[in-house]
C-alpha cells in the first residue's frame, strides 16, 4: 500500500491577557512539558504537536482554518490551563471540521496544601477554565470527546491514545476512496445504500468499475512477478502440494498470483484503501479472488464481499484504527449456528475472505470448489481464529441515517476440529448471552456482514459514531432485550430531530 503522510494531532491550550506575559510564559512552558511528557511517555501512537498559548479570538479562528486545511493534522486536544473566556473561541468552533479532544486536566497534581496562594490558584484553574470552554462546546454542539484526569494518569493516557487511533481512521476516511467491482449481489437489501449521504457523513467516496478493468490490469503482469509471489506463498504458507510448484494444480495458485498483483497495483494506481466484487460479477476471471483478498485485507485494505461497500470501508477503518495494535481484524459473516443447548455458539466464515491477520496458526493454502458463482476452483488461505475478546461491527444505511452496530463476543477455540470445511472460520460466543444478543442484533436490523476484531474495542467505534454523528447501539454484557429495544425506538426520535438540533 502506498504511504500515506504522518498525521499529527495538535496540541491546542487557551488562556487570556489578564495574567500578564510571566503568567503567559509559565502557561506555555507547561503545556510544552505535558507535551513533550505524553510523546515521550510512549503509548500514544500519533505525535501531538504543541501550539503557541492562544488567547485572541483572531489566533483561536486562524488556528482552526490552519487545522482545517492541514492534511497532517488529523485532529485537536484542546485544553484551558487557565481561564480563556470561551466567546473568544466561537468563531473558531463554528469553522473547526476537525476531532476534537477536551482534556480536562490540569499543570499540577497534588493540591499544595500548606503553600497554595494567588499565583498557584492562577496557574492551575482548569477546574473552572475548562467548564466555560465545556458550555460553549455544548452550547453550539460542538462534537468533542471529553477525557478527564491529571496528564500523567496512565488511564488519561490511555484514553487519549485510543481517540487518536480513531482521529486517525477518520482523517484516512476523508478523502479516501473505495472501489466496487460489478455491483451488489442481485436482491441483497442490507449491502445497499446510499453513497452520496455516506460521502457527506464520512469523508470517502464509493466507485464503480467493470470486472474488466481489472482484468486487463492483470493482463500486464509479467511472469516473473508470479513466480516470485508464488515462491512468497510457499515460504509462508503450508501450501497444498498440488498448488505447489510442480503439481498438478500450480497453475490455479499462479493465476492467484495474477489476481493479487493485479488488483494490487489497481488499487494503488486509483489511489484506493479497499474494495468489494461480487462471485455475480466476475466476467472475465476464472475465480472468485480467495487467496489475494485475504492478503490485501491482512496488509491493511478494507474489503466488503458481494458488494458490501459499507462494510468494505468499515473494515478499512478498523484496521487503520487497530495498526499499532496486536489482535487481527477481518471482514467476517454470521454463517452458522452450533444450537446446542450447552455451547450456542456462532461460526463466523465467507465463502473465502477471511483475513490471515486473526489466524491461530500458520495457515493452509488449499483448492476446492465454490458451491456457487459457476467458475474454476478457488485458492484460498484455511484457518482457525485464536481465541480472545472481540466485537463485531455492522454499519447499516436505515434511510434516514445510518446506524453502527456492536455486538461484543468471546472468540474461542472451536471445541471440535473442521476437518471438511474448506474456508478460514471463526468461533465465538456472544454477550450478554445468544439469544439476547441475536434478538437485539436482528431487533436493530443488524447486517449479516460484519467487520470482526480483536484490537478495535467498543470504545472506538462509540468514538467513530460521535465523529461522523450517526447512531451507535451496543451489545454487551450489560445489555436487556427491553432496555436496548427502547433504545432503538428513543434513536428514531433523536436522529429524526438531529438536523434540526445542529449548531445554535
Ligand atoms: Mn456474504
Not at 486536566?105 to 497534588?110: A, G, S
Not at 504458507?237 to 495458485?253: D, N, Q, S
Not at 500458520?362 to 484455511?382: A, C, N, Q, S, Y
Request: glycine share 10%.
Amino acid at each position: 500500500m502506498k504511504k500515506k503522510p504522518s498525521l499529527e494531532i495538535w496540541f491546542v491550550t487557551g488562556s487570556q491577557h489578564l495574567y500578564g506575559e510571566t503568567a503567559l510564559r509559565q502557561v506555555a512552558a507547561n503545556s510544552e512539558a505535558i507535551v513533550r511528557e505524553l510523546n515521550g511517555g510512549g503509548g500514544l501512537p500519533v505525535n501531538l504537536v504543541f501550539k503557541p498559548i492562544l488567547t485572541r479570538p483572531e489566533e483561536i479562528r486562524s488556528l482552526c482554518l490552519e487545522a482545517n486545511a492541514a492534511p497532517q493534522c488529523a485532529g485537536l486536544v484542546l485544553w484551558c490551563h487557565t481561564f480563556s473566556p470561551s466567546k473568544m473561541w466561537i468563531g473558531g468552533l463554528t469553522q473547526i471540521r476537525k476531532p476534537m479532544l477536551h482534556l480536562h486536566t490540569q499543570f499540577n497534581r497534588d493540591l499544595p496544601w500548606a503553600e497554595i496562594d494567588m499565583d498557584f490558584m492562577n496557574l492551575n484553574q482548569a477546574a473552572h477554565g475548562d467548564r466555560e470552554h465545556g458550555f460553549l462546546h455544548a452550547r453550539l454542539r460542538t462534537q468533542r470527546k471529553v477525557v478527564v484526569g491529571h496528564w500523567s494518569d496512565p488511564e488519561t493516557r490511555e484514553q487519549i491514545a485510543s481517540w487518536m487511533r480513531v482521529a486517525r481512521a477518520w482523517q484516512d476516511w476523508q478523502g479516501g476512496r473505495f472501489v466496487r467491482f460489478g455491483d451488489n449481489m442481485r436482491f441483497v437489501a442490507v449491502t445497499e445504500g446510499d453513497k452520496v449521504a455516506a460521502e457527506a457523513k464520512f469523508g470517502f467516496s464509493v466507485n464503480t468499475h467493470g470486472i474488466g478493468d481489472l482484468v486487463a490490469v492483470m493482463d500486464q503482469v509479467s511472469d516473473g512477478a508470479i513466480s516470485k509471489l508464488c515462491a512468497e506463498y510457499e515460504a509462508l504458507y503450508a501450501v497444498a502440494p498440488a498448488l505447489r510448484k510442480g503439481g498438478a494444480r500450480h497453475e490455479a495458485l499462479r493465476y492467484n498470483a495474477r489476481q493479487e498483483i493485479g488488483l494490487r497495483t489497481f488499487l494503488d494506481d486509483g489511489g484506493y484503501l479497499g474494495f468489494t466484487d461480487t462471485f455475480e460479477d466476475l466476467h472475465g476471471l476464472t475465480q472468485l479472488p480467495g487467496l489475494a483478498t485475504q492478503r490485501l485485507m491482512a496488509d491493511g485494505y478494507g474489503f466488503g464481499g458481494e458488494g458490501d461497500w459499507k462494510t468494505c470501508a468499515l473494515v478499512r477503518a478498523m484496521k487503520v484504527m487497530a495498526s499499532d495494535l496486536p489482535g487481527g481484524t477481518s471482514f467476517m459473516e454470521d454463517y452458522t449456528y452450533d444450537l446446542n443447548p450447552s455451547g450456542h455458539l456462532v461460526l463466523g466464515a465467507h465463502m473465502l475472505e477471511i483475513c490471515p491477520s486473526i489466524a491461530a496458526d500458520k495457515p493452509t493454502v488449499e483448492i476446492h470448489p465454490l458451491g456457487i458463482g459457476g467458475k474454476e476452483d478457488p485458492v484460498r488461505l484455511v484457518f482457525n481464529a485464536h481465541a480472545g475478546p472481540a466485537i463485531n461491527v455492522a454499519l447499516m444505511d436505515m434511510g434516514n441515517r445510518f446506524r453502527f452496530l456492536v455486538n461484543e463476543v468471546e472468540a474461542i477455540v472451536p471445541p471440535h476440529s473442521l476437518p471438511k470445511l474448506p474456508v478460514a472460520r471463526a468461533v465465538w460466543k456472544c454477550q450478554p448471552d445468544f439469544k439476547t444478543a441475536c434478538a437485539a442484533w436482528i431487533s436493530a436490523g443488524g447486517a449479516h456482514h460484519t467487520g470482526f476484531s480483536y484490537a478495535v474495542r467498543t470504545g472506538h467505534i462509540e468514538d467513530l459514531a460521535e465523529m461522523a454523528g450517526v447512531e451507535v447501539a451496543v451489545i454487551d454484557a450489560e445489555t436487556t432485550l427491553r432496555d436496548f429495544k427502547q433504545q432503538l425506538r428513543n434513536n428514531e426520535i433523536y436522529y429524526h430531530l438531529a438536523p434540526g438540533l445542529g449548531r445554535l
